[in-house]
């Protein structure tokens, strides 16, 4: 495998990200896939799970989302749940091979009266020696210290597109403002996890100007989201034209390329994904996956159907271990399902 000198950039042009997304297929792949080896085993991939702890009525039009109050798409409605019921949510999680665990919750920004149900949440997967995440909109500086002394390790705030497309993606909030929150989440120590979602109408120049903002921040989020758009009646976007799994696939490669050192999530979409397409993602340096039967809203496939992947292309967890040793696939499989 050919090394090629991993350099940490934050000067990318739009140009140079346009001619990676042109080259050849296997060439790109190639590139990436050596990028990967030079800071990741190649065979291990983070597994992180989701749980929605407030669900739907949200007052953004974000026109991907079930979500929005906007929107009429079938969704149960529920209030912020219980912390301990939260919690009963990530013993399961960790039982079964998890090593973050990620909370989100239907907001524009997170209001005085649940604020502090959310910390008690953080300081309790922290004390149950799981990697936290939150994502719960737009955040004031003051919001991200207090987060941060609870413990939180990252916090999900994505761009989802370009600056030029998103204004036919959301209008009730700018692209600043969420460049604004990345800014206060990096101020106060916390880790970002910031990406956008591919599918969405957008053209190969805006997932390219995406990552290049992206790659192009003080510093690169230190995990990148990669979703696949789920289409969901209801939602202006429910008709939308499906995209090529191969330009998928480039999107990863890119995102691998341009920020070297990031976990790259394979999100949302892997539902609608064959095992190929997904191997592949892996392949162009995908090295994080959302565990469980389901991502805040909509399905992930199951996780006896992740296990059964992994063991076909012999990945295996990140971390994973056994009496001091890195445990098999198919230890991991057998502990997970006596869990």
Request: proline content about 4%; glycine content about 6%.
């Amino acid at each position: 495998m050919e090394l090629i000198h991993t350099r940490i950039r934050h000067d990318w042009t739009l140009e140079e990200v346009e001619a990676m997304f042109a080259m050849p297929f296997m060439d790109l792949l190639h590139k990436a896939q050596c990028i990967h080896r030079e800071n990741f085993d190649p065979n291990e991939v983070q597994v992180s799970t989701l749980l929605s702890i407030k669900t739907g009525s949200c007052p953004e039009d974000c026109a991907y989302c079930p979500q929005s109050a906007h929107h009429n798409a079938e969704l149960d409605k529920e209030k912020l749940m219980e912390v301990e019921k939260v919690l009963t949510q990530a013993r399961a999680a960790k039982d079964k091979g998890a090593t973050r665990f990620c909370m989100g919750a239907a907001w524009k920004n997170p209001n005085g009266r649940d604020f502090p149900y959310v910390l008690k949440m953080i300081e309790g997967v922290r004390d149950l020696g799981m990697e936290s995440c939150m994502t719960l909109g737009m955040l004031s500086p003051e919001q991200t210290i207090a987060l941060k002394e609870a413990g939180l390790d990252y916090y999900n705030h994505n761009l989802d597109t370009s600056r030029e497309y998103y204004e036919k993606i959301i209008s009730t909030r700018t692209y600043d403002d969420r460049l604004n929150t990345l800014e206060n989440v990096r101020n106060a120590g916390i880790n970002v996890c910031s990406g956008g979602i591919m599918g969405m109408g957008e053209t190969e120049t805006d997932r390219a100007n995406l990552f290049r903002e992206l790659a192009n921040l003080p510093e690169h989020p230190q995990s990148v989201p990669v979703n696949l758009l789920i289409k969901v009646k209801g939602t202006p976007l429910e008709n939308v034209e499906d995209l090529d799994p191969f330009d998928f696939v480039r999107a990863v490669a890119v995102a691998r390329i341009m920020m070297p050192k990031s976990h790259v999530r394979l999100s949302a979409g892997r539902e609608i994904m064959d095992d190929a397409t997904q191997a592949l993602c892996f392949h162009a340096g995908a090295n994080s996956i959302f565990y469980g039967d389901k991502l805040l809203t909509t399905a992930n496939p199951a996780a006896d159907k992740d296990r059964e992947l992994f063991e076909r292309l012999g990945l295996r967890p990140e971390g994973a271990k056994c009496n001091g040793r890195h445990q098999s696939v198919q230890e991991d499989a057998a502990a997970a399902q006596h869990a």
